[in-house]
Structures are given as C-alpha cells and as structure tokens.
C-alpha cells in the first residue's frame, strides 16, 4: 500500500464550483500534510500546510483532516480558470523528507 | 534571483550521451534533493543531501551520479540513458529542521532518444 494515494483524475469543472481533491493516507502516524500546486511547466509550489487536527482556512482554500479515516482533503470555493493545475497532497517522511501522492489534475472551463 | 533555479529546461540526449543537469537555490536553504516526476506516478525522490552532504540514495542506478559542491549547488550527471529515464527531474530545496516543506524549480524536461 502506497503511502498516500490520489485520484489522478482529470477532473473538470466550471467556473464558480466548489472542487474538492481528496488523499487517503496509511500512516496513522502523519502529524501534518501539505498541498501543493503544479502549473503546467512549472514545479510544483507549496499551497498549504495542515496539522492533522481540523480544518485549515487561507482565502478561498480549505484542508481538511480526517484522521478516523485518514482522509485528507483541499476544498476550493469561486474556482477559477487560474486554479487550473495540477494539485498534490503530501505526508511526511523521516527528516524533512515527504510521500506525495500521484496528482490530481484540474480544469476550471470559463 | 530568488528561489530556485533549473538549467537547462529541456534536454534532449541520446542513450551514448553525457549530460549534467544544473540547479541553485538562494533560499538559504540547508537541504537540496533530486526528484523524479512521471507521469501518473507519484514524485520518486532520488538524492538527498544535507549540508552538502549525500543522506539518501534511493537505489539510484547508477546511470545517475550527482554532485553537491556547496550547499546552493547541485548537480545531476547523467551517462548511458535508457528512454525510460525520460521525466521531469525536479530540484528542491529545504531548511532542515522546519517542516515548511520544499521549494521547487521548475525542472528539466529530459527526454532520451
């Protein structure tokens, strides 16, 4: 079993809905998670940090933890074309090392 | 220039070939790593170094030989290359000891003929 796991998608959605990317993650242990966001031809750049406790809130983003089911998830309200990317959730490894999983790649159609 | 800087952005090589991927960071940062990204696969950590000094080595081939001269500096040297090394090899750098995560480049796309 992979570490952390996610849907590659594609997902597609229009302007103005609420996306949500979802991770599952096999270590009970995992104190906090990341997501980050990949634009086409870029590296991928950190979007947010969450302590595996609750949600996090920054603008129109959310991550949410769900540690009974070691679920984890990003909630994007207003999408917009510029979400359009691929975003990646990670889990900690030793040191400063981290398990990211596949990607999930979205469109935001205008 | 600020962050962290990937040279060349695509490289084409054919399997005799050999070539060296070149990245800096000016971050500060303590920790550099190679990552290679495939497609549908999820980012495959290569090297690690820190403090210059090599921590991991992921069962690499050894078609794969990097070099870290300073703790800004870090170079992949690549030899004798299958296409199926062809990715986007991606380098990162951290501080140890905070969890901030990684900054990326934004990687060389290296596709070998």
């Known amino acids: 079993q992979k570490e952390v796991e996610q849907d590659p998608g594609p997902l597609s959605v229009p302007e103005g809905a609420i996306v949500s990317l979802n991770c599952t993650y096999s270590n009970s242990a995992f104190q906090y998670f990341m997501w980050y966001r990949q634009y086409s031809r870029k590296g991928p750049e950190l979007l947010m940090y969450?302590?595996?406790?609750g949600n996090k809130e920054d603008g129109r983003f959310t991550a949410q933890v769900d540690k009974s089911s070691k679920y984890i998830s990003l909630f994007i309200r207003d999408s917009q074309p510029s979400d359009s990317a691929t975003y990646l959730c990670a889990g900690p490894n030793t040191g400063n090392q981290f398990y990211f999983g596949t990607g999930t790649s979205l469109t935001v159609i205008p | 220039e600020t962050g962290v800087t990937q040279t060349p952005r695509h490289l084409v090589m054919g399997m005799t070939n050999k070539k060296s991927l070149k990245c800096e960071q000016h971050l500060g940062h303590n920790a550099m790593y190679w990552y290679k990204q495939s497609a549908k696969k999820p980012l495959e950590l290569m090297f690690v170094y820190n403090f210059k000094e090599q921590t991991e080595n992921n069962s690499v081939p050894s078609r794969f030989s990097p070099e870290c001269p300073n703790s800004s500096h870090l170079f992949l040297h690549l030899h004798t290359l299958q296409p199926e090394d062809s990715a986007l090899y991606l380098c990162?750098?951290?501080?140890?000891?905070?969890?901030?995560?990684?900054?990326f480049g934004s990687g060389t796309r290296l596709t070998v003929v």
């Open positions: 990162a750098s951290s501080q140890e000891g905070r969890n901030y995560g990684y900054t």
């Open positions: 969450t302590y595996s406790s």
